[in-house]
Protein backbone atom coordinates (compact mmCIF):
# COMPACT_ATOMS: atom_id res chain seq x y z
CA UNK A 1 0.00 0.00 0.00
CA UNK A 2 3.19 2.33 0.46
CA UNK A 3 3.03 2.29 -3.37
CA UNK A 4 2.96 5.92 -4.42
CA UNK A 5 1.98 6.65 -8.64
CA UNK A 6 3.57 10.26 -10.38
CA UNK A 7 0.66 12.23 -11.39
CA UNK A 8 1.27 15.74 -13.29
CA UNK A 9 -0.97 18.48 -11.57
CA UNK A 10 -3.59 19.80 -13.97
CA UNK A 11 -6.01 22.21 -11.90
CA UNK A 12 -6.06 23.45 -8.12
CA UNK A 13 -8.50 24.81 -6.56
CA UNK A 14 -7.75 25.14 -2.56
CA UNK A 15 -6.52 22.17 -1.10
CA UNK A 16 -8.08 20.29 -3.91
CA UNK A 17 -6.48 19.25 -7.45
CA UNK A 18 -6.76 17.50 -10.59
CA UNK A 19 -3.97 15.49 -11.34
CA UNK A 20 -3.24 13.21 -14.67
CA UNK A 21 -1.24 10.51 -15.52
CA UNK A 22 -1.79 7.66 -18.53
CA UNK A 23 -4.25 10.21 -19.83
CA UNK A 24 -6.61 9.16 -16.54
CA UNK A 25 -7.49 12.50 -14.53
CA UNK A 26 -8.17 11.85 -10.19
CA UNK A 27 -9.19 14.06 -7.62
CA UNK A 28 -6.39 14.71 -5.66
CA UNK A 29 -5.72 16.08 -2.22
CA UNK A 30 -2.92 18.92 -2.01
CA UNK A 31 -3.44 19.53 2.01
CA UNK A 32 0.10 17.62 3.05
CA UNK A 33 1.57 19.80 0.83
CA UNK A 34 0.87 22.68 2.95
CA UNK A 35 4.57 23.67 3.31
CA UNK A 36 5.84 23.48 -0.36
CA UNK A 37 2.71 23.91 -2.39
CA UNK A 38 3.09 22.82 -5.91
CA UNK A 39 1.64 25.12 -9.21
CA UNK A 40 -0.37 23.65 -12.19
CA UNK A 41 2.00 21.74 -14.40
CA UNK A 42 4.14 20.45 -11.11
CA UNK A 43 4.46 16.65 -10.92
CA UNK A 44 3.57 15.13 -7.48
CA UNK A 45 3.97 11.60 -6.23
CA UNK A 46 0.12 10.24 -5.09
CA UNK A 47 -0.61 7.71 -2.44
CA UNK A 48 -4.04 7.00 -1.56
CA UNK A 49 -5.11 10.45 -3.14
CA UNK A 50 -2.72 12.21 -1.33
CA UNK A 51 -0.10 14.01 -2.98
CA UNK A 52 3.43 13.09 -0.66
CA UNK A 53 5.74 15.17 -2.35
CA UNK A 54 6.90 17.25 -5.26
CA UNK A 55 8.70 15.22 -7.44
CA UNK A 56 10.53 16.79 -11.13
CA UNK A 57 9.38 15.42 -14.41
CA UNK A 58 12.13 13.56 -14.97
CA UNK A 59 11.79 11.82 -11.73
CA UNK A 60 8.02 11.07 -12.72
CA UNK A 61 8.94 9.54 -16.19
CA UNK A 62 10.94 7.35 -15.13
CA UNK A 63 8.88 6.18 -11.86
CA UNK A 64 6.08 5.29 -14.79
CA UNK A 65 8.69 3.61 -16.78
CA UNK A 66 9.06 1.35 -14.02
CA UNK A 67 5.63 1.07 -12.83
CA UNK A 68 4.62 -0.40 -16.19
CA UNK A 69 6.50 -3.31 -15.55
CA UNK A 70 5.64 -4.05 -12.12
CA UNK A 71 2.28 -3.83 -12.28
CA UNK A 72 1.50 -4.27 -16.15
CA UNK A 73 -2.28 -4.03 -16.45
CA UNK A 74 -2.93 -2.75 -12.93
CA UNK A 75 -5.30 0.44 -12.64
CA UNK A 76 -3.76 3.45 -10.91
CA UNK A 77 -6.93 3.87 -9.45
CA UNK A 78 -6.15 0.72 -7.21
CA UNK A 79 -2.46 2.05 -6.09
CA UNK B 1 17.81 -3.25 -17.02
CA UNK B 2 18.46 0.13 -17.07
CA UNK B 3 22.18 2.02 -17.46
CA UNK B 4 22.18 3.21 -14.11
CA UNK B 5 20.95 -0.30 -12.73
CA UNK B 6 23.76 -2.29 -14.74
CA UNK B 7 26.62 0.27 -13.36
CA UNK B 8 25.70 -0.41 -9.94
CA UNK B 9 25.05 -4.17 -10.65
CA UNK B 10 28.99 -3.91 -11.89
CA UNK B 11 30.27 -1.94 -9.02
CA UNK B 12 28.66 -4.60 -6.56
CA UNK B 13 29.88 -7.76 -8.26
CA UNK B 14 33.48 -5.94 -8.04
CA UNK B 15 33.57 -6.37 -4.32
CA UNK B 16 35.13 -8.66 -2.27
CA UNK B 17 32.27 -9.52 -0.06
CA UNK B 18 32.06 -11.69 2.78
CA UNK B 19 30.90 -15.20 2.94
CA UNK B 20 27.32 -14.88 3.43
CA UNK B 21 25.26 -11.25 3.67
CA UNK B 22 21.83 -10.71 5.04
CA UNK B 23 19.93 -7.92 3.47
CA UNK B 24 16.64 -7.10 5.00
CA UNK B 25 13.94 -4.76 3.42
CA UNK B 26 11.05 -3.50 5.61
CA UNK B 27 8.83 -2.44 2.22
CA UNK B 28 6.27 -4.76 0.04
CA UNK B 29 7.03 -2.69 -2.37
CA UNK B 30 10.94 -3.29 -2.47
CA UNK B 31 10.08 -6.92 -2.53
CA UNK B 32 8.12 -6.35 -5.53
CA UNK B 33 10.46 -4.75 -7.37
CA UNK B 34 13.08 -7.25 -6.36
CA UNK B 35 10.77 -10.33 -7.30
CA UNK B 36 9.72 -8.46 -10.63
CA UNK B 37 13.37 -7.25 -11.87
CA UNK B 38 14.66 -10.55 -10.96
CA UNK B 39 17.51 -9.15 -8.57
CA UNK B 40 17.81 -12.44 -6.22
CA UNK B 41 18.96 -14.07 -9.61
CA UNK B 42 21.34 -11.66 -10.62
CA UNK B 43 23.44 -10.88 -7.34
CA UNK B 44 26.36 -13.36 -6.38
CA UNK B 45 25.02 -15.67 -4.70
CA UNK B 46 26.44 -15.45 -0.95
CA UNK B 47 23.72 -11.96 -0.92
CA UNK B 48 20.44 -12.94 0.36
CA UNK B 49 17.91 -10.71 0.15
CA UNK B 50 15.42 -11.28 3.26
CA UNK B 51 11.82 -9.94 2.68
CA UNK B 52 10.85 -8.28 6.13
CA UNK B 53 8.13 -6.57 7.86
CA UNK B 54 6.66 -4.96 5.00
CA UNK B 55 2.94 -6.03 4.75
CA UNK B 56 0.80 -3.82 7.26
CA UNK B 57 -2.12 -5.61 5.97
CA UNK B 58 -0.43 -9.36 7.35
CA UNK B 59 0.00 -7.52 10.83
CA UNK B 60 -3.16 -6.32 10.85
CA UNK B 61 -4.32 -7.53 14.41
CA UNK B 62 -6.32 -10.56 13.66
CA UNK B 63 -9.19 -8.98 16.26
CA UNK B 64 -9.44 -5.80 14.65
CA UNK B 65 -10.69 -7.58 11.21
CA UNK B 66 -12.98 -9.55 13.55
CA UNK B 67 -14.35 -6.73 15.72
CA UNK B 68 -14.84 -4.40 12.22
CA UNK B 69 -16.66 -7.17 10.56
CA UNK B 70 -18.72 -7.63 13.84
CA UNK B 71 -19.24 -3.51 13.39
CA UNK B 72 -20.72 -4.47 10.03
CA UNK B 73 -22.80 -7.44 11.04
CA UNK B 74 -24.12 -6.74 14.28
CA UNK B 75 -24.38 -2.75 14.47
CA UNK B 76 -25.20 -2.04 10.80
CA UNK B 77 -22.55 0.03 9.98
CA UNK B 78 -21.27 1.08 6.49
CA UNK B 79 -17.48 -0.36 7.06
CA UNK B 80 -14.82 0.75 4.62
CA UNK B 81 -11.62 -0.80 4.16
CA UNK B 82 -8.71 -0.55 1.70
CA UNK B 83 -9.30 -3.45 -0.63
CA UNK B 84 -6.30 -5.51 0.42
CA UNK B 85 -8.41 -6.02 4.04
CA UNK B 86 -11.05 -7.41 2.50
CA UNK B 87 -10.00 -10.93 2.04
CA UNK B 88 -7.89 -11.38 5.12
CA UNK B 89 -8.52 -14.39 7.08
CA UNK B 90 -9.91 -14.47 10.81
CA UNK B 91 -10.07 -17.73 12.96
CA UNK B 92 -13.60 -18.30 13.29
CA UNK B 93 -16.08 -21.37 13.35
CA UNK B 94 -16.62 -22.82 10.03
CA UNK B 95 -20.42 -21.25 10.12
CA UNK B 96 -19.78 -18.06 10.96
CA UNK B 97 -17.82 -15.65 7.71
CA UNK B 98 -14.35 -15.61 7.71
CA UNK B 99 -13.50 -12.41 5.99
CA UNK B 100 -14.50 -9.15 5.42
CA UNK B 101 -15.50 -10.33 1.99
CA UNK B 102 -17.65 -13.29 3.22
CA UNK B 103 -19.33 -10.83 5.57
CA UNK B 104 -20.72 -8.52 2.78
CA UNK B 105 -21.63 -11.88 0.87
CA UNK B 106 -23.57 -12.22 4.05
CA UNK B 107 -25.59 -9.00 4.18
CA UNK B 108 -23.04 -6.92 5.78
CA UNK B 109 -22.52 -3.29 4.49
CA UNK B 110 -18.89 -3.60 3.81
CA UNK B 111 -17.01 -1.20 0.80
CA UNK B 112 -13.49 -1.44 -0.37
CA UNK B 113 -11.95 2.27 -0.69
CA UNK B 114 -8.82 3.52 -2.30
CA UNK B 115 -8.86 6.50 -0.45
CA UNK B 116 -9.33 8.43 2.85
CA UNK B 117 -11.15 10.95 0.50
CA UNK B 118 -13.48 8.39 -0.44
CA UNK B 119 -14.33 7.59 3.40
CA UNK B 120 -15.32 10.93 3.75
CA UNK B 121 -17.56 10.75 0.44
CA UNK B 122 -19.14 7.78 1.65
CA UNK B 123 -19.85 9.26 5.22
CA UNK B 124 -21.11 12.38 3.11
CA UNK B 125 -23.48 10.60 0.36
CA UNK B 126 -25.60 8.64 3.46
CA UNK B 127 -25.66 11.40 6.74
CA UNK B 128 -28.19 9.10 8.65
CA UNK B 129 -25.66 5.92 8.84
CA UNK B 130 -22.61 5.72 10.60
CA UNK B 131 -19.42 5.02 8.56
CA UNK B 132 -16.64 3.38 9.91
CA UNK B 133 -13.45 3.54 7.81
CA UNK B 134 -10.90 0.68 9.00
CA UNK B 135 -7.41 1.27 8.06
CA UNK B 136 -4.32 -0.44 8.22
CA UNK B 137 -1.43 1.36 6.34
CA UNK B 138 2.42 2.37 7.39
CA UNK B 139 3.47 5.73 8.67
CA UNK B 140 3.27 6.46 3.83
CA UNK B 141 -0.59 6.14 4.37
CA UNK B 142 -1.18 6.82 8.03
CA UNK B 143 -0.50 10.66 6.85
CA UNK B 144 -3.34 10.87 4.46
CA UNK B 145 -5.39 9.35 7.06
CA UNK B 146 -4.41 12.15 10.00
CA UNK B 147 -4.63 14.47 7.03
CA UNK B 148 -8.64 13.52 6.55
CA UNK B 149 -9.25 14.02 10.40
CA UNK B 150 -7.47 16.98 10.50
CA UNK B 151 -9.21 18.20 7.73
CA UNK B 152 -12.36 17.75 9.55
CA UNK B 153 -14.70 14.72 9.65
CA UNK B 154 -18.44 14.65 8.21
CA UNK B 155 -19.96 13.84 12.21
CA UNK B 156 -21.24 10.09 11.01
CA UNK B 157 -17.68 8.84 10.00
CA UNK B 158 -15.21 6.94 12.75
CA UNK B 159 -12.30 5.73 12.27
CA UNK B 160 -10.82 2.17 13.16
CA UNK B 161 -7.24 2.58 13.57
CA UNK B 162 -4.90 -0.27 12.66
CA UNK B 163 -1.98 2.01 12.06
CA UNK B 164 1.82 0.95 12.44
CA UNK B 165 5.06 2.52 12.43
CA UNK B 166 7.84 0.36 10.37
CA UNK B 167 11.07 1.50 12.59
CA UNK B 168 9.82 -0.30 16.03
CA UNK B 169 9.62 -3.84 14.31
CA UNK B 170 12.86 -3.11 12.95
CA UNK B 171 14.06 -2.48 16.73
CA UNK B 172 12.39 -5.37 18.24
CA UNK B 173 14.35 -7.73 15.52
CA UNK B 174 17.51 -6.10 16.70
CA UNK B 175 16.80 -6.02 19.84
CA UNK B 176 16.17 -9.88 19.62
CA UNK B 177 18.35 -12.98 20.39
CA UNK B 178 19.19 -13.22 16.76
CA UNK B 179 17.92 -10.43 14.29
CA UNK B 180 18.81 -12.29 11.45
CA UNK B 181 20.13 -9.78 9.00
CA UNK B 182 23.08 -7.88 8.46
CA UNK B 183 22.06 -4.70 6.36
CA UNK B 184 19.07 -3.24 6.12
CA UNK B 185 17.35 -1.37 2.80
CA UNK B 186 14.65 1.07 4.48
CA UNK B 187 11.67 1.78 2.88
CA UNK B 188 11.48 4.50 0.20
CA UNK B 189 8.07 5.80 1.12
CA UNK B 190 7.90 5.76 4.47
CA UNK B 191 11.35 7.41 4.49
CA UNK B 192 9.69 10.42 1.61
CA UNK B 193 6.88 11.14 4.90
CA UNK B 194 8.95 10.99 7.95
CA UNK B 195 12.58 11.50 7.38
CA UNK B 196 15.19 9.31 6.56
CA UNK B 197 16.61 10.30 9.78
CA UNK B 198 14.56 8.32 11.57
CA UNK B 199 16.41 5.10 10.58
CA UNK B 200 19.72 6.34 11.79
CA UNK B 201 19.67 4.70 14.72
CA UNK B 202 19.78 1.26 12.84
CA UNK B 203 23.84 1.70 11.70
CA UNK B 204 24.09 4.25 14.79
CA UNK B 205 22.88 2.09 17.86
CA UNK B 206 23.33 -1.32 16.39
CA UNK B 207 26.19 -1.00 13.74
CA UNK B 208 23.88 -2.64 10.96
CA UNK B 209 24.67 -0.40 7.40
CA UNK B 210 21.64 0.84 6.32
CA UNK B 211 20.42 2.79 2.87
CA UNK B 212 16.55 4.21 2.09
CA UNK B 213 16.26 2.50 -1.47
CA UNK B 214 13.42 3.50 -4.37
CA UNK B 215 11.48 1.41 -6.31
CA UNK B 216 13.64 0.59 -9.84
CA UNK B 217 16.51 -1.97 -9.66
CA UNK B 218 18.96 0.90 -10.21
CA UNK B 219 18.16 2.49 -6.67
CA UNK B 220 17.81 -0.49 -5.65
CA UNK B 221 21.18 -1.84 -6.70
CA UNK B 222 22.99 1.17 -5.21
CA UNK B 223 21.76 0.56 -1.68
CA UNK B 224 22.87 -2.78 -2.13
CA UNK B 225 26.04 -1.89 -3.07
CA UNK B 226 26.48 0.81 -0.28
CA UNK B 227 24.97 -1.19 2.44
CA UNK B 228 27.95 -3.89 1.06
CA UNK B 229 30.38 -1.04 1.09
CA UNK B 230 29.59 -0.20 4.49
CA UNK B 231 30.15 -3.20 6.05
CA UNK B 232 33.04 -4.52 3.76
CA UNK B 233 34.74 -1.18 5.22
CA UNK B 234 33.20 -1.62 8.65
CA UNK B 235 31.71 1.96 8.31
CA UNK B 236 27.89 1.81 8.99
CA UNK B 237 26.17 4.66 8.35
CA UNK B 238 22.99 5.92 6.76
CA UNK B 239 22.67 6.29 2.82
CA UNK B 240 20.04 7.56 0.82
CA UNK B 241 19.80 6.04 -2.30
CA UNK B 242 16.34 7.81 -3.28
CA UNK B 243 17.30 11.63 -2.80
CA UNK B 244 14.98 12.72 -5.67
CA UNK B 245 12.41 12.21 -3.21
CA UNK B 246 13.84 11.38 0.06
CA UNK B 247 14.69 14.64 1.47
CA UNK B 248 16.09 15.43 5.03
CA UNK B 249 13.34 15.61 7.44
CA UNK B 250 10.75 14.35 5.81
CA UNK B 251 7.73 15.93 4.37
CA UNK B 252 6.80 18.60 7.66
CA UNK B 253 3.00 19.25 6.91
CA UNK B 254 2.65 15.09 6.85
CA UNK B 255 4.79 14.70 10.16
CA UNK B 256 2.91 17.46 11.69
CA UNK B 257 -0.24 16.43 10.93
CA UNK B 258 0.38 12.60 12.54
CA UNK B 259 2.18 14.25 15.73
CA UNK B 260 -1.63 16.44 15.56
CA UNK B 261 -3.81 13.69 15.13
CA UNK B 262 -2.23 10.58 16.84
CA UNK B 263 -0.69 9.67 19.43
CA UNK B 264 1.99 6.23 19.29
CA UNK B 265 1.74 3.74 21.63
CA UNK B 266 2.26 -0.49 21.92
CA UNK B 267 0.31 -1.98 19.40
CA UNK B 268 0.14 -5.66 18.78
CA UNK B 269 1.24 -7.36 15.56
CA UNK B 270 -0.27 -10.32 14.32
CA UNK B 271 1.01 -13.66 15.06
CA UNK B 272 3.88 -11.35 16.35
CA UNK B 273 2.62 -9.32 19.75
CA UNK B 274 2.90 -6.08 21.22
CA UNK B 275 6.04 -3.66 19.89
CA UNK B 276 6.12 -0.90 22.00
CA UNK B 277 5.46 2.51 20.23
CA UNK B 278 4.62 0.84 17.17
CA UNK B 279 1.02 1.96 17.09
CA UNK B 280 -1.01 5.03 15.46
CA UNK B 281 -3.83 5.96 18.65
CA UNK B 282 -6.06 8.67 17.79
CA UNK B 283 -5.40 11.38 20.33
CA UNK B 284 -8.73 12.30 23.00
CA UNK B 285 -9.31 15.56 21.34
CA UNK B 286 -10.69 13.48 18.31
CA UNK B 287 -12.49 10.65 20.85
CA UNK B 288 -15.70 11.33 19.10
CA UNK B 289 -14.56 9.89 15.97
CA UNK B 290 -12.78 7.04 17.23
CA UNK B 291 -14.48 3.84 16.53
CA UNK B 292 -12.89 1.94 19.68
CA UNK B 293 -14.31 4.40 22.06
CA UNK B 294 -17.49 5.10 20.42
CA UNK B 295 -18.62 1.70 19.10
CA UNK B 296 -19.63 -1.82 20.95
CA UNK B 297 -16.40 -4.02 21.55
CA UNK B 298 -16.99 -7.56 20.22
CA UNK B 299 -13.63 -8.68 20.54
CA UNK B 300 -14.32 -11.62 22.73
CA UNK B 301 -10.80 -12.84 24.33
CA UNK B 302 -12.31 -16.78 24.45
CA UNK B 303 -12.96 -17.18 20.61
CA UNK B 304 -10.41 -20.05 19.68
CA UNK B 305 -6.66 -18.67 18.40
CA UNK B 306 -7.48 -15.36 18.74
CA UNK B 307 -5.62 -12.83 17.34
CA UNK B 308 -3.27 -15.99 15.75
CA UNK B 309 -2.47 -16.60 12.31
CA UNK B 310 -4.53 -19.68 10.76
CA UNK B 311 -3.84 -22.67 11.37
CA UNK B 312 -0.73 -24.04 10.10
CA UNK B 313 0.00 -20.35 8.48
CA UNK B 314 3.79 -19.56 9.10
CA UNK B 315 3.28 -15.79 7.85
CA UNK B 316 4.35 -14.43 11.48
CA UNK B 317 8.18 -16.00 10.75
CA UNK B 318 7.58 -14.65 7.41
CA UNK B 319 6.65 -11.01 8.65
CA UNK B 320 9.75 -10.99 10.78
CA UNK B 321 12.46 -12.36 7.83
CA UNK B 322 13.25 -15.68 9.90
CA UNK B 323 11.83 -17.89 6.65
CA UNK B 324 11.13 -17.12 3.43
CA UNK B 325 7.81 -17.89 2.00
CA UNK B 326 8.31 -20.88 0.73
CA UNK B 327 9.59 -22.16 4.10
CA UNK B 328 5.97 -22.25 4.86
CA UNK B 329 4.36 -25.84 4.22
CA UNK B 330 1.33 -24.44 2.94
CA UNK B 331 2.87 -22.25 0.19
CA UNK B 332 1.67 -23.03 -2.71
CA UNK B 333 0.12 -26.36 -1.57
CA UNK B 334 -3.12 -25.10 0.82
CA UNK B 335 -2.28 -21.51 0.48
CA UNK B 336 -2.16 -19.88 -2.64
CA UNK B 337 -3.68 -16.32 -4.01
CA UNK B 338 -6.73 -18.04 -5.34
CA UNK B 339 -7.27 -19.56 -2.08
CA UNK B 340 -5.02 -17.94 0.62
CA UNK B 341 -4.78 -18.88 4.11
CA UNK B 342 -2.74 -16.49 5.47
CA UNK B 343 -2.37 -12.67 4.91
CA UNK B 344 1.13 -12.79 3.11
CA UNK B 345 -0.59 -14.32 0.80
CA UNK B 346 -3.69 -12.17 0.30
CA UNK B 347 -2.38 -8.72 -0.04
CA UNK B 348 -0.15 -7.20 -2.75
CA UNK B 349 2.48 -6.64 -0.56
CA UNK B 350 2.20 -10.05 1.19
CA UNK B 351 5.77 -11.57 0.27
CA UNK B 352 3.44 -14.79 -0.27
CA UNK B 353 1.66 -13.38 -2.65
CA UNK B 354 4.87 -11.43 -4.37
CA UNK B 355 6.77 -14.54 -4.75
CA UNK B 356 3.92 -16.23 -6.32
CA UNK B 357 3.02 -13.64 -8.37
CA UNK B 358 6.89 -13.44 -9.63
CA UNK B 359 6.76 -17.45 -10.47
CA UNK B 360 8.23 -19.13 -7.08
CA UNK B 361 6.39 -22.19 -7.19
CA UNK B 362 9.04 -24.21 -5.36
CA UNK B 363 7.36 -25.59 -2.22
CA UNK B 364 10.40 -26.41 -0.17
CA UNK B 365 11.45 -25.75 3.01
CA UNK B 366 13.94 -22.71 2.85
CA UNK B 367 15.23 -20.98 6.07
CA UNK B 368 16.52 -17.22 5.73
CA UNK B 369 17.12 -16.61 8.95
Known sequence: MCLAIPMQVVEIDGFNARCAAKGIEREVSLFMLQDEPPTV??????????????ITEQHARSSWELLDEVLGGERPADA | MSDDARTWLARLQALDL???VRILNVCGGHERSITQAGLRGILPANVELIPGPGCPVCVCPEEAIYQAMQLALRDGVILLAFGDMLRVPVNVPKDEPRSLEQARAAGADIRPIASPLEAVQVA???PDRQVVFFAAGFETTFAPVAAMVAAGLPDN????SAGRLTWPAVAMLLDGQAPGFDALVAPGHVATVMGPEEWAFVPGQYRIPTAVAGFSAGSLLAAFYSVLRQLIEDRPFLDNCYPEVVREGGNATARRLLEEVFAVGEANWRGIGPIPAS???LRERYAAHDASRRLPDHTDATRRRVGEMPPG???ARVVLGQIYPTGCRLYGRACTPRNPVGPCMVSDEGACRIW?????REPEPGTAA
Not at chain 1, 41 to 54: E, K, T
Open chain 1, 41 to 54: GDHVLVHVGYAIQV
Open chain 2, 18 to 20: PRR
Open chain 2, 124 to 126: RDH
Open chain 2, 157 to 160: LLLL
Open chain 2, 279 to 281: GFI
Open chain 2, 313 to 315: CDC
Open chain 2, 356 to 360: WAGGI
